[in-house]
């Protein structure tokens, strides 16, 4: 995982000069700190607290004078502090300038204890102490890697990876189950170290054994003469086993049909040197003895997780680091053992383990994990290639510091309650990773992007000049992000649509651009606004059954209305007059791409649900003129309604602030929006996310309990992003609908559609028919 070995003076300048803009981020306000020091690799955490800009509304007094002419609202940029974890990986080398670093850097005169953890911890306790002049206070390492690893699975979606070293895609990211207890983690370092865990503070050393990485390396270096680790693994993955292996062909001519053992499985490791009078090339013998102790290790795995009832299976240690020949020779032991029944899991972010404990161990008086976390893509360097051809050198170079930045989030996320299997939920539609043709589309696609990005950022700044500057350091961030994933699309889990507009809100928000569309958003709510009365009333005038029609057509015509579409942004741009009526002509005329309005007709004319949760997406056209009078209907119909929106900006999507404003307008206006908001049968409560997309295993945990408290029976979710880029096919335990207009033209040809098709999903879950 872009680990290094220990630095000989030959490959690297230990008075390096560190680079604290851009590894050693935030020092000027962080606070305690930890370190995991190894055999080759220290690993220190510290927590800092971040400021940033934030973009707030405040709704203007239209009693008073101080609402100039029509304007909904007024936007300022607000300074805001928030909690930032900072995990930062590099070679013992470097440890004494490391500490000079820290000493000048980070320790404030409050600090009087450094957490540690790692083997090294003894042996460099004297002079952390020297240099600092502080106490360090060490910790249990199983402890901290226990706490660590129980961290990245709670936070980090995509921690977890099974490695197919020979598939399309190496790294096949899992879904972390919501309770991520009971499992076994096996630590390969010298030795082996096999825990079962049971909860946050219950683990159990079930078994080990002394056979281990220290093994490897011991009887690699005997074998090979080779000191360094990672040349070791090197060799060994040029080698070819069956040189040295004694195969069970070897002793029967082929397969051993009655035992069920393959002609290739391997009979005795090592066999064929007893018995041939050659030498054997270090390659060979390196390979070999990796296969020996890893089958070993996974054998004793299997056991261990079959005695107990164990089918999560984590591996880490010095041993594992990221290295393909290693992950694959346990993968194929776990497979062989257990039949496919058992699968070998890897993780991310191994290496910060101990880091991470040792941290949250110094914290606890903070109590760290009443809260949520995720990944600062801006400021983690990802997984890097593990490729066997990369020599140990460039390993070395280019994984010499690696970082990863953790965020607080403001609210505690959990699942929606209504997800019908939240082990199995997986919410993007398309993986990138492993679909090349549609990887190679939207890479391309968001750097073509750019250009329009970087100026509705530029423009929604005070000061132009000052902000051109930035945003030409964010689109050299981001383009660089899109590089190194063109390279390494594995690097922050699996490569979706909604991660690369994550990592993109983060770099955006990395310079100070918290909300690039903010005036776009402000002037088309202000415009739509005065429309409202005049679409209701049209609406009234139609018939019950036509009326439905109408309602869910206006909420696929606002829809249109999303700057983040290239489509729809250069039509908006070259027309400012294009509008609602514009747009429903725009729409795919019926039969549309996947069509269930006349199901949905159907059930409309039977009781109405107790309570609807709407995910709303866009400012303006589609929030006031679409989604508003929809709403309005469901009201009337007697069913309780959530409307669900971002937390914080994301594109021109309407947020949790800009909502309330808008929506306590329209209610002075409508009478049914006003009793709804009055009776508590219009509630507006934020969804956790800051994202165009929609994950609902990560959803605000006061959403969550307002579904279960309001027995919400009807799930609606809005747009391209939430409802086909995440989500098409998320299954419910209630009944849901889907509706979306495709707007992007390569989508739609991979859908069977074309620009502007729509789909109208409506679902009923199996038995609730």
């Known amino acids: 995982m872009a680990e290094c070995v220990g630095g000989s003076s030959h490959t690297m300048d230990k008075s390096i000069t560190l680079p604290p803009d851009q590894i050693f981020r935030n020092l000027e306000n962080a606070k305690r700190f930890a370190i995991d020091i190894g055999g080759s690799l220290t690993k220190l955490a510290y927590y800092s607290t971040v400021q940033h800009k934030v973009a707030k509304v405040r709704s203007f007094d239209h009693t008073a004078k101080e609402a100039p002419s029509d304007k909904l609202y007024e936007i300022s940029m607000q300074e805001e502090v928030t909690a930032r974890l900072h995990f930062i990986k590099f070679e013992n080398a470097y440890i004494e300038t490391c500490l000079d670093f820290i000493k000048d850097h980070l320790v404030n005169t409050e600090t009087k204890v450094i957490k540690a953890t790692g083997g ?26 226990i706490k660590g690893c129980n961290f990245v699975l709670k936070n980090i979606p995509h921690e977890a990876f099974v490695y197919a070293r020979h598939a399309d895609s190496e790294f096949r990211f899992q879904t972390t189950n919501p309770d991520i207890f009971p499992y076994l983690l096996v630590n390969i370092g010298s030795g082996v170290s096999i825990v079962k865990v049971e909860s946050e503070d219950k683990f159990e050393r079930i078994g080990g054994s002394s056979i281990g990485g220290g093994t490897f390396w011991g009887l690699g270096a005997l074998l090979t003469k080779t000191k360094r680790f990672d040349e070791l693994l090197q060799l060994a993955s040029k080698g070819q086993h069956t040189n040295v292996d004694m195969l069970v062909k070897d002793i029967y001519g082929g397969s051993y049909g009655c035992l069920g053992l393959t002609g290739d499985l391997i009979a005795s490791s090592f066999g064929k040197s007893a018995t041939a009078d050659k030498d054997f090339c270090k390659e060979d013998m390196a390979k070999s003895l990796l296969h020996m102790i890893s089958n070993d290790i996974g054998q004793l795995a299997c056991l261990y997780a079959k005695l107990h009832g164990l089918s999560r299976v984590y591996f880490g240690g010095f041993f594992i680091r990221g290295h393909p020949v290693t992950m694959h020779t346990i993968t194929y032991s776990i497979n062989f053992f257990t039949k496919g029944e058992v699968q070998a899991l890897f993780l991310r972010h191994e290496g910060y383990l101990g880091a991470i404990g040792a941290f949250l161990k110094g914290a606890e008086e903070d109590n760290p994990n009443q809260y949520s976390w995720g990944e600062n893509y801006a400021g983690s360097s990802g997984l890097m290639s593990v490729s066997p051809e ?5 390993r070395a170079r280019s994984g010499t510091f690696d970082m990863l930045e953790m965020d607080r989030l403001e609210r505690q996320l959990v699942n929606l309650p209504l997800l019908q299997d939240p082990s199995s939920y997986i919410p993007d539609t398309m993986d990138l990773t492993e679909d090349a043709p549609a990887r190679e589309y939207w890479l391309y696609c968001f750097e073509e992007a750019l250009d329009g990005v970087v100026k509705r950022a530029v423009a929604s700044q005070p000061d132009p000049q000052e902000a051109a500057a930035r945003a030409e350091k964010f689109c050299q961030k981001y383009r660089h992000k899109l590089q190194t994933l063109r390279h390494q699309p594995f690097a922050y889990g699996s490569l979706t649509v909604r991660s690369l507009l994550d990592t993109r809100e983060h770099c955006l928000n990395e310079f100070n651009f918290p909300d690039p569309y903010s005036k776009i958003k402000q002037r088309e709510n202000d415009s739509a ?6 679409a209701v009333k049209a609406l009234e005038q139609l018939s019950w059954e036509d009326r439905q029609f109408a309602l869910v057509r206006g909420v696929l015509a606002g829809n249109v209305f999303d700057w983040g579409a290239k489509a729809v942004s250069d039509v908006l741009e070259s027309d400012p007059e294009f509008g609602f009526e514009e747009a429903k002509r725009q729409l795919e005329v019926r039969p549309w791409l996947v069509d269930c309005f006349d199901r949905w007709l159907e059930r409309l004319k039977g009781p109405p649900h107790k309570c609807a949760l709407f995910f709303v997406d866009n400012s303006g056209v589609d929030i006031i003129l679409g989604v508003m009078p929809f709403v309005r209907e469901l009201l009337s ?3 309780e309604v959530v409307l669900a929106s971002n937390s914080g900006p994301a594109l021109n999507d ?4 800009e909502l309330q404003i808008l929506t306590e307008r329209i209610a002075a206006m409508d009478p049914v929006i006003r009793s709804g908001l009055k009776e508590d049968r219009l509630t507006l409560v934020q969804s956790g996310s800051s994202s165009p997309c929609l994950d609902l295993s990560r959803l605000d945990k006061v959403l969550a309990m307002v579904v279960r408290e309001r027995q919400t029976d009807l799930v609606i979710i809005e747009g391209m992003g939430r409802a086909i880029h995440t989500n098409y096919h998320a299954m419910l335990s209630c009944e849901s609908l889907k ?13 069977g559609g074309k620009l502007f098709s729509v789909v109208f999903k409506y679902e009923v879950p199996a038995g609730k028919c």
């Not at 309407?654 to 602030?657: K, R, Y």
């Open 637 to 639: 119909r007697g069913t």
């Open 120 to 145: 090294g911890a003894h042996k460099f306790k004297e002079l952390i102490e020297k240099k600092l002049g502080l106490k360090v206070d060490k910790e249990d390492e199983m402890t901290c890697l």
């Open 529 to 534: 606004l005065k429309y409202f009365q005049k």
């Open 739 to 751: 509706m979306a207009v495709l707007k992007n033209s390569w989508l739609a040809d991979r859908l």
């Open 654 to 657: 309407v947020t949790n602030g």
């Open 390 to 394: 990369m020599n140990p050198l460039q």
